[in-house]
Each structure stands twice: as C-alpha cells, then as structure tokens.
Nanobody
C-alpha cells in the first residue's frame, strides 16, 4: 500500500496562493486516482480535487473550480494542489489520498491510503 506525505501548508492572506505537495512512496498504477480532501473541525471530510492516473482526467469541487489545480509529476511521484485566490472558507486540514478503480472521484469512501494532513489557514 502506498504511503503519502503532504507538505506546503501554511498561513496565508485572503487572495494569496499556496502549493501543496503530496509525496507518494510505493507503486502507483494507471488504475489509481489521487485526490486532495479537506476537513475542518466538526465537519465532514470534503473532496477538493482528484486526478485519475490512467488518463490524467481531473475533477474539482464546485467551491474550488477555477482557483485550484491538481497535477502530478510522474518523475517525482508527487501530486500537487495549486491553490490561488484563497478564501477564508479554504481554511482546513488538507489530506492527500489514493485509491484504485475509484468511481466517485471526490468521495472519500473509495480512497484507502491517506497522508497525515497539512494545515492551511487563510486570514485577513
């Protein structure tokens, strides 16, 4: 099973940008999907963005479309989440996850390997 480690979380002002990284150790297959989720205390974990390794199709939550971009560097086995025009409501713990033959790309149920998370805080 792959092991994941996120980095890049920080405190940033509204309107700012951050890039999160997720380093993946272990094999990644074309049938895998990699995704970013986020969670705030007392709330359900929310799927933010996903990329299907097989054809690099990407999927985004409506709340981040046009602002966030998920990408993958095959050589570094790393998945990124570029976050632009950050808003207060983007404040959360961000998690990277992977799953195989995922049907619901932004649903957490089918993802079976998770990183420990990285905190993003957006303030004025």
């Amino acid at each position: 099973q792959a092991q994941l480690a996120e980095s890049g979380g920080a405190s940033v002002q509204v309107g700012g940008s951050l890039r999160l990284s997720c380093a993946v150790s272990g094999a990644v297959y074309k049938s895998d999907s990699m995704a970013w989720f986020r969670q705030t205390p007392g709330e359900e974990r929310e799927g933010v963005a996903s990329i299907y390794i097989g054809d690099s199709s990407t999927y985004y939550a409506d709340s981040v479309k046009g602002r966030f971009t998920i990408s993958r560097d095959n050589a570094k086995n790393t998945v990124y989440l570029q976050m632009n025009n950050l808003k207060f409501e983007d404040t959360a713990m961000y998690y990277c996850a992977t799953g195989r033959w995922v049907a619901d790309h932004l649903g957490q149920v089918e993802y079976n390997a998770w990183g420990p998370g990285t905190q993003v805080t957006v303030s004025s």
